[in-house]
């Protein structure tokens, strides 16, 4: 396969900064490879090796992270903040309003609960149209900006909020979006803030995963809409509180499409990103090998465990870790999209798969360990060891 170019400025041969190869799902996909590289030329971090634009389309339709069972009105205070920042930009509330990429809709649901009344939202999973159709009665439709589902020039605004990071041609989505809108309107823009991924570093490697291929940084995000004829309006930096265990910080933009093209020069090289992202591939090492060393004292003679969790961190653990050499007795997880799989040989599910194994339970995530100690002693009561990652 071919390597992927600079998604901003189509340099070749970038500066490859860390390969793994995660565990998916028996069927997946998507390529469990991963291989981040920094743009020589203007410093982008991305995964030069993702799968093929088909294979995204069928992960996000069926075994997307955002089909969850929650409703936007349960996430809506998630995005109390990014909405304030939004108002602060963008105060007019009759503007019609398109959220590409609404996954579960919580931006939308705070949107609309600050007095926005012409929302629209479109996104590629199922789920997530449904749920925003059900619970807010918002115009949701199924699609990607390659095809978008709506008519050309219909919004004054498009809000796009974590949709950055997963294409694979954010410079074709630029004109989808800039067709979008009406003349003068504008895009709002809301991606993780790679230039501070070392310092919120709280699991290994997490930032590098199937689905995030682009890092961008403040000057990145900027570049990347210049180069496609947009002006800046307004760019940020903010952290969001998702749970009280995870914060995460993202950059943000206001810009607005210049008419015709307009081709700058090729970019700076941002080199604090291009550093920030090097010091976080080698403390992540560092913590995964941390890890790795505690499993294997915690695990010493053990030979079958059930895994918690059938996210990115078991992906990384069953192929990086002692987990590789052990039998996995099921990976159990509560997202229903993900019942009936199976994984590193094991089957996936709901608790129901412990059946009679009072062996090692070993919880893969950090920032959400002791909510599941809690449901498994108090709510399952089960007698098995836990074992969290850190000792
Ligand atoms: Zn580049």
Redesign the pocket.
Same mark, same amino acid.
């Given at each position: 396969m071919i390597a992927r170019p #600079?998604p901003? #400025?189509r340099?070749v041969e970038p500066e490859i900064i860390h390969r793994h190869k995660l565990i998916l799902f028996e069927d997946h996909p998507l390529s469990g490879e991963c291989e981040t590289v920094v #743009?020589k030329? #203007?410093g982008?971090g991305f995964n030069q090796r993702p799968s093929t634009a088909e294979a995204y389309v069928a992960h996000y339709a069926a075994l997307s992270k955002y089909a969850t069972s929650f409703s936007p009105l349960a996430n809506a205070d998630k995005f109390s903040r990014l909405a304030d920042i939004f108002i602060d930009l963008y105060p007019n509330r009759s503007s019609s309003i398109l959220d590409v990429g609404c996954g579960a809709g919580g931006f939308l649901a705070k949107l609309k609960e600050y007095g926005y009344r012409n929302l629209s939202a479109m996104d590629p999973t199922p789920a997530c149209v449904t749920g925003v159709q059900r619970d807010l009665g918002i115009d949701a439709r199924l699609g990607v900006l390659a095809e978008p589902p709506f008519p050309p020039n219909s919004f004054d605004v498009v809000i796009s909020t974590g949709v950055l990071e997963h294409l694979l041609l954010p410079a074709d989505d630029l004109k989808a979006l800039k067709n979008l809108l009406v003349p003068f309107g504008a895009a709002f823009i809301v991606t993780p803030d790679a230039s501070r991924y070392t310092e919120f570093l709280d699991a290994p490697f997490q930032d590098f995963n199937i689905e995030h291929i682009n890092h961008f940084s403040p000057d990145t995000l900027n570049t990347l809409f210049i180069r496609q004829g947009w002006q800046k309006v307004a760019l940020g930096q903010d952290v969001l509180s998702h749970t009280p265990k995870w914060s995460e910080p993202v950059v943000y933009g206001l810009f607005r499409p210049l008419a015709g093209e307009n081709r700058s020069p090729l970019p700076a090289f941002d080199k604090k990103l291009a550093d920030n992202l090097k010091s976080y591939v080698r403390n992540s090492a560092v913590l995964l090998d941390k890890i790795d060393r505690h499993l294997r004292r915690e695990l010493a003679g053990i030979s079958e465990v059930i895994v918690w969790g059938a996210g990115q961190t078991s992906s990384l653990l069953l192929s990086q870790t002692i987990l590789k050499d052990l039998r996995i007795r099921a990976v159990v997880d509560s997202n229903p999209a993900y019942a009936g799989r199976s994984m590193a040989g094991a089957p996936v599910g709901g608790p129901e798969l412990r059946g009679s194994f009072n062996g090692p339970v070993v919880v893969a995530t950090i920032r959400e360990y002791q909510a599941v100690e809690r449901i498994i002693r108090e709510t399952l009561k089960w007698d098995n060891r836990i074992l969290s990652l850190i000792g």
């Open positions: #600079c901003i #400025c340099s #743009c030329t #203007c982008l």
